[in-house]
């Protein structure tokens, strides 16, 4: 056997070796800036979170900012992993910065001649105001703030500075009530007979910091710790810890923000804004937040530190008040914060502090604001030439819209809310409670406002749902019918409610102790799904020119078009008047549920010949021209796609005893066949039942009058010069041979209406896809249709083999416990039922390279699946009115993050 080659190799020392392993074991976990540098940047929000980065950046670009140093976010994650213990080497560095600290600074940390304090703060990727936690002061005991006292020459401004440590210390850190801190002070300043804490002397705030050690040690059992130290270790991993506090947890869910992010820690020096009339502290805007105006927007406080503005301990002075008293401090704020604007090219927060007539900066981050103000501020930073029109876009985030779209309650409001449910349709309602569809219609015949209470709703309940202010059911999620048909009438809609307890026959409900009556007034929060109990306020607020700009922007630069859900001549209006570009869903059996329709549907129902049925038939379809005329007329030249009658038969039919009488009387038909007809009729799963085509294929008269309807309404008003382009759609297609039936019958009696009217008009035929088998085989499909609407609603229940009005009993649990990222029903599962998509847009273009694709279900309006319908190449996507111009931008933002663009978290 040959032997192996020997090699020469180069012995290295034992030196050289451990700074080998030291390269490859050690990470950096810390982050020094001060003294005109930093090690980090404001491109590493990953790593050293937004607080962190602006601090860096600010420090590179001269601004000044006091010393300190950033403990990273992977840091924390890996605090986590180990079990809420420092990873190897962090606490090390950390000493080592603190050192650097020391130096620029000119004072050392737990020093009793000359003491260095520090600010422990909190600091994520993307800004969470509030929700984590903050230790200012820190350092102090009873040797360093003699090392203070003297050092300042200030005794008062000492202990007011020790018992603001021991507050924030012991509320944070050790989880005392903080009230029971802020009750102590506030019977120190009632004895003292004064309001505020700028009242009080030295002498007070000495007692108090007494008053406080006490009550630590009640609520601890230990003495408050004295070693800075250990209080430095102990208010880090305070600040891990806030971020699965629970005010944080709720933030990321309600913003879509990752958990496991991390929050990275920042240790500053101390600066003092408590030192005296020529010291101070506030935060600030660039701009105004609230609409946009180009004008530095903050708030100060003489002789206080920051947590008193946050606090709303006392009430702050308007910038204009710093402008008066420190001129010169002024002028340099002002001039940074223009520095910092041109800089980042957005609206900035800003905090600062004022030390004895000197100026420091404490953050900067992309200041969150509202819709109104972020729809102003993109399009202005356009004019200025600060940024592009891509840019502008992505400043937006789509969702954010809903707050210029529909009515919201008035945020000066003090309001009680008594329950919560989901929050299915936003904006604001409020109205007197009624339990029925029908009482809804009648009090709103009398003029007056009502909200609907339901336990759920059903398509028979569409005329109260109309007339209604908003609508409230105890159960239902995001996706049932009262949440679907809520969004497209564009009413306020909370579904999904089980704190309230409906007593249907006694017209009332309760919740807990309260009882809420007929008649009794409630206010309905879309946005947030609160139920509030009387009428607050409501704010209607006029859409903005910038709006309108913003609109335009997307148009140009989006590739998916947006069409609308619609089925009256109101709901096309207020779509066309948003953007909409077409009707890709137009739910023929909304439009049956007039008390007159629905009779005349109803002897349809319980005839026993095709004669009878025809006969029903015939009263109906003046109804359904009618209808297509008017939502024509509001669509001229625009695509309609119209589906035919989709739910099966016994929902049409009463389901009480009362109302089966009435319906009796009405009709002469006795109880008896109307409960033989509703007995012959039920189903054991309606959603895979007799429905659909399945309704055309054994009752092809219905489907006959409907297709006649929508062609004499289309030759009457080509005849009149008005252009229409009507899309007449087969819905719940499963095999093609039923499309090619269904196809066989429309053609011929459009043909046949255009050879009455003498008019050609230029019409499609196409089906939904909601079923996987439609998917599956959409190849043969697509020689036959036209275009393919994806009803992804029922496509999702039949991939997931889920009913989505009973999935909310449980898929809360699923989301809660990570068993799925997000409700199905609410956001397209691309790795499932996008799969399926998928496989139906290839094979349909496979056999019709002219196919034309779009959506129509509820996720034709979420921004996600907005953005996974164009990677899979559809043409256009279809939601309810209101929500055209969420899908609007959406659609922009899909085709520039395709680009490379990433979305700027910059509001709320």
Known sequence: MAS???????????????KTRKSKLDKKYVYYFGDGKAEGTGQMKDLLGGKGAGLAEMTNLGIP???????????????????????????????????????????????AKNPLLVSVRSGAKFSMPGMMDTVLN????????????????????????????????????????????????????????????TELDAEDFKSIVEKYKELYKKETGKDFPSDPYEQL???????????????????????????????????????FGNMGENSGTGVGFTRDPSTGEKKFFAEFLPNAQGEDVVAGIRTPLKIEELKKRMPKVYSQLEKICNKLERHYKDMLDIEFTIQEGKLYMLQTRVGKRTARAAIKIAVDMVKEKLIDKKTALLRIEPEQLNQLLHPTIDPKAEVKVIAKGLPASPGAAVGKVVFSAQDAEEWANKGEKVILVRNETSPEDIGGMAVAQGILTARGGMTSHA??????MGKCCVVGCGAINIHEDEKYFTVGDITVREGDFITLNGTTGEVILGQAPLVMPALPEEFYILMKWSEELSKLKVRANADTPKDARVAREFGAVGIGLCRTEHMFFDPERIKAFREMILSDSIEQRRKALEKIKPYQKEDFIGIFKEMKGLPVTIRLLDPPLHEFLPKTEEEIEVLSKEMGVSTKKIKAKIKALEEFNPMLGHRGCRLGITYPEIYEMQVRAIMEAACELAKKKIKVIPEIMIPLVAHVNELKMMKDLTVR?????????????????????????????????????????????DLTQSVYG???????????????????????????????????????????????KNLKLGICGEHGGDPKSIEFCHKIGLDYVSCSPYRVPIAKLAAAHAKLKTEGAELVRSTV
């Open 233 to 271: 270790k102990m208010a880090i991993k305070a600040v891990f810890d806030s971020w699965y506090g629970d005010r944080a947890v709720t933030y990321r869910r309600l913003h879509g923000i990752p958990d496991d992010l991390g929050t990275a820690c920042n240790i500053v020096a101390m600066v």
């Open 65 to 111: 900012v006091p010393s300190g140093f950033t403990i990273t976010t992977e840091a924390c994650r890996e605090y986590f992993k180990l079990g809420k213990k420092f990873p190897k080497g962090m606490w090390e560095e950390v000493l080592k910065n603190l050192k650097k600290v020391e130096k620029s600074m000119g004072c050392k940390f737990g020093d």
């Open 138 to 197: 820190l350092g102090l005991n009873d040797e360093t703030l003699k090392g203070l006292i003297n050092k300042t020459k200030n005794e008062r401004f000492a202990y007011d500075t020790y018992r603001r440590f021991i507050t924030m210390f012991g509320s944070i850190v050790t989880d005392i009530d903080r009230k029971k801190f802020e009750d102590l002070l506030d019977d120190l300043k009632e004895k003292k007979g004064v309001k505020l804490d």
């Open 749 to 793: 009696t459009a043909e046949d209406v255009m050879k009455q009217y003498k008019v050609k008009i230029d019409y499609k035929v196409g089906t939904m896809i909601e079923l996987a088998r439609a998917a599956i085989t959409a190849d043969q499909i697509a020689q036959e249709a036209e275009f393919f609407s994806f009803g992804t609603n």
């Open 483 to 488: 949440a679907v048909v809520g969004r497209g």
């Open 802 to 848: 889920l009913s989505r009005d009973d999935a909310g009993k449980f898929l809360p649990f699923y989301i809660e416990h990570k068993l799925i990222e997000e409700d199905p029903f609410i956001s397209i599962d691309t790795e499932g039922v996008g799969q399926i998509m998928e496989i139906a847009v290839k094979k349909g273009r496979k056999t019709n």
């Open 4 to 18: 192996k080659p020997k090699v020469k190799t180069q012995k290295k020392s034992g030196k050289e070796i451990s």
